[in-house]
């Protein structure tokens, strides 16, 4: 089945600092690839879609110049939480499709802690 | 904005027996939603997908069915077994939005005992 690999699994950053989060599929072409986060018992929360070639759709109140993604091909994207601060620490979870009516796979995530 | 509400928010349940989760939404207009569960501390795993054309799909002892009209899902697990426990979400595929993004509901938190 669709594999989606998410690196890292989780990383631990001092508070001014910037992290990078992979997501690659890793047996099919991901046209479109979702990034979401989630609080401790609450649901997934979209925070942008990117297109591979184009920018990074961002949803409502998520800073795009503090969260950078980049879908440089169509197998990897990657988000950047720049400068990062306490109130970033989260479970970021990726998604990539193969077209647009196709399942949804997710990596395992990435758990960040900002110190 | 599309809305998903998942209902019961936890169940806990003795292992064998037959259980249904609940999942409502809004806006009836959706390309298709899927069932997913997630263990703790990690991804989501799909479970299902139903097309916004089908009624329901099976796989194994999992039974997921659409009624769209009404706005709403529901996921039959048969015979339940302590690794059923999990959180299972579910999330439509709004048709309103043109990038086919999902809503997720808040999970029902599965707890199934020997």
């Known amino acids: 089945g669709a594999v989606v690999s998410q690196h890292p699994s989780w990383v631990i950053c001092k508070s001014g600092t910037s992290v990078k989060i992979e997501c690659r599929s890793l047996?099919?072409?991901?046209?479109?690839m979702f990034w979401y986060r989630q609080f401790p018992k609450q649901s997934l929360m979209l925070m942008a879609t990117?297109?591979?070639?184009?920018?990074?759709?961002?949803e409502q109140g998520v800073e795009k110049d503090k969260f950078l993604i980049n879908h440089a091909s169509l197998t990897l994207s990657t988000l950047t939480v720049t400068s990062a601060h306490p109130e970033d620490s989260s479970f970021y979870i990726c998604?990539?499709?193969?077209?647009?009516?196709?399942?949804?796979?997710f990596g395992n995530g990435t758990r960040l802690t900002v110190t | 904005k599309q809305e998903v509400t998942q209902i019961p928010a936890a169940l806990s349940v003795p292992e064998g027996e037959n259980l249904v989760l609940n999942c409502s939404f809004t806006?009836?207009?959706?390309?298709?939603l899927q069932w997913f569960r997630q263990d703790p501390g990690k991804g989501l795993t799909s479970l299902l997908l139903?097309?916004?054309?089908?009624r329901e799909q099976t796989s194994g002892r999992l039974n997921a069915s659409l009624d769209k009209s009404s706005g709403r899902s529901t996921l039959y697990i048969a015979a339940s077994q302590p690794g059923d426990s999990a959180t299972y979400l579910c999330?439509?595929?709004?048709?309103?939005?043109?990038?086919?993004?999902?809503?997720f509901g808040r999970g029902t938190q599965l707890t199934v005992w020997p």
């Open positions: 998604s990539a499709k193969e077209t647009f009516n196709s399942p949804l796979h």
């Open positions: 047996d099919f072409q991901a046209t479109t």
């Open positions: 990117s297109n591979e070639g184009s920018k990074a759709t961002y």
């Open positions: 806006d009836s207009a959706i390309y298709n």
């Open positions: 139903i097309q916004s054309s089908q």
């Open positions: 999330a439509v595929a709004d048709r309103g939005s043109t990038l086919g993004r999902l809503y």
